[in-house]
C-alpha cells in the first residue's frame, strides 16, 4: 500500500510482538514461564513506565486479549522456591530486575541496571541484557547515562570482538554478531567523548549497515546516527534515519 515506511514498520513490529503475546497466553495455560513475562514486560518499561504498561493491558483487553502484562509481572516476581530452583542465575537476576522496575522509583533504575550489568559479566552474549542496559542508562539522563552507556559497551565488546574474524576480503562471524556490534556501537557514541570511541562507534555501523541491513539495520542506523550526532555532524546522522537513503536502512527491519 501507499501507507509510508513508518507505518508499515509499526506494522511490522506489531505483528511480532502480537506473536510473542500468543506464546505468552498459551504458555499460561500449560507452564509458568518467568523468561516470556521478563522478555514481554522489561522493555516495556525501560523504554517508558509503569502507566505504559496498563495502557497496553487496556488495548489487549479491548481486544479480547486473555492476559494482562502486569499482572503476570507481578506473578513473576513472588518468590517461589519450586520454580526458582530450576532457574538460573542469570533467569533469577532478570526476575530481580522487573521487580525493581515495577516500583517506579529512581533508585531502584538504578539497581536494576546494576543487575544488568551482573548479566552481562555473566554472560556478555546477552545481546537482550544489553539492549535494556542501555535504554535504562538513557533513561537516567544526566552523567550516568554516558558513564553507564560507556561501562556497558566496554564490558562486552571483548566477546563480541573474538566472534567476528578476518579472512581476506570478508568477515566470518557468529549469528547475531552485527546486531551485538550495533548495541556496543549505540554505548560507544552515547556514553563516550573520545573522538576515537565515536570513530569506532561509526565503523561498528557502517559495517553493520553493509553486511546485515535486515537483520540490524534500524538499530545501525540509529548507532551510526548517534555516533554523527556526537561528533557534530546532526545533519549526516539525521540522514542515516530518515528520507530515501534512512528509509532504505530501517525499512527491512520492523521498526
Request: hydrophobic share 40%.
Amino acid at each position: 500500500g501507499d501507507e509510508g515506511i513508518g507505518v508499515k514498520s509499526a506494522h511490522a513490529m506489531a505483528i511480532v510482538y502480537s506473536k510473542f503475546l500468543e506464546a505468552l497466553v498459551e504458555s499460561r495455560h500449560r507452564f509458568h514461564a518467568p523468561m516470556l513475562t521478563c522478555a514481554a514486560v522489561i522493555p516495556l518499561l525501560v523504554n517508558s513506565c509503569l502507566h505504559y504498561v496498563k495502557k497496553v493491558d487496556s488495548l489487549l483487553t479491548s481486544n479480547n486479549v486473555s492476559i494482562k502484562l502486569l499482572e503476570l509481572a507481578q506473578d513473576c516476581v513472588v518468590k517461589n522456591s519450586k520454580i526458582d530452583e530450576h532457574l538460573t542465575e542469570p533467569e533469577l537476576l532478570y526476575k530481580d530486575v522487573l521487580a525493581l522496575l515495577l516500583d517506579e522509583n529512581k533508585k531502584n533504575k538504578e539497581e536494576a541496571l546494576s543487575k544488568l550489568m551482573t548479566i552481562l559479566h555473566r554472560c556478555p552474549g546477552d545481546a537482550f541484557a544489553m539492549h535494556c542496559a542501555l535504554e535504562l542508562a538513557c533513561s537516567l539522563g544526566g552523567t550516568q547515562t554516558s558513564f553507564s552507556a560507556c561501562r556497558i559497551a566496554g564490558s562486552v565488546a571483548s566477546y563480541w570482538n573474538e566472534r567476528s574474524r578476518q579472512f581476506g576480503s570478508g568477515i566470518l562471524n557468529s549469528p547475531g554478531y552485527y546486531l551485538g556490534s550495533s548495541l556496543i556501537a549505540v554505548g560507544l557514541a552515547n556514553g563516550s567523548s573520545s573522538s576515537g570511541s565515536t570513530l569506532m562507534a561509526e565503523g561498528l555501523s557502517v559495517a553493520a549497515l553493509s553486511q546485515d541491513k535486515v537483520g540490524c539495520g534500524a538499530l545501525a542506523a540509529y548507532a551510526l546516527a548517534c555516533s554523527m550526532e556526537a561528533e557534530g555532524r546532526s545533519s549526516e546522522g539525521l540522514s542515516a534515519v530518515a528520507g530515501s537513503d534512512g528509509g532504505e536502512n530501517i525499512e527491512g527491519a520492523g521498526w
